[in-house]
């Protein structure tokens, strides 16, 4: 229960930071897109790392390769309704974020 509740507190400061500037500023939907895909891209990376050194379960491997589709497509630039893709790239990046946790607890 600890591990959940930290990485929903990740998650959480992350979509925050998402959001606005340092300066207060509000971020535009599209500014937040590439802001997640950014995170999404990281996470992917470092799950690379672990699924080569074998500390992935074929299950959680076929989860994250199920997801890439859409999220390239979100992050490709190709994107017209920004709050929408918004709304599953931040989806998208709970489950990875989620596996990640799991993998490093």
């Known amino acids: 229960m600890k591990h959940i509740l930290m990485t929903v507190a990740l998650v959480a400061a992350f979509f925050m930071s998402a959001c606005t500037t340092p300066g207060g500023n509000r971020l535009s939907a599209e500014q937040q897109v590439q802001i997640t895909c950014e995170g999404i891209i990281s996470t992917v990376r470092v799950l690379a790392g672990y699924r080569v050194s074998g ?21 490709s630039g ?16 709970f489950v990875l974020l989620t596996v990640k946790k799991g993998v490093e607890s």
């Open 55 to 75: 500390e992935l379960s074929e299950e959680t491997v076929k989860t994250v390769s199920d997801l890439m589709p859409s999220t390239v497509k979100l992050c």
């Open 78 to 93: 190709e994107v017209t309704d920004y709050q929408s893709a918004l709304t599953t790239l931040q989806e998208t990046a």
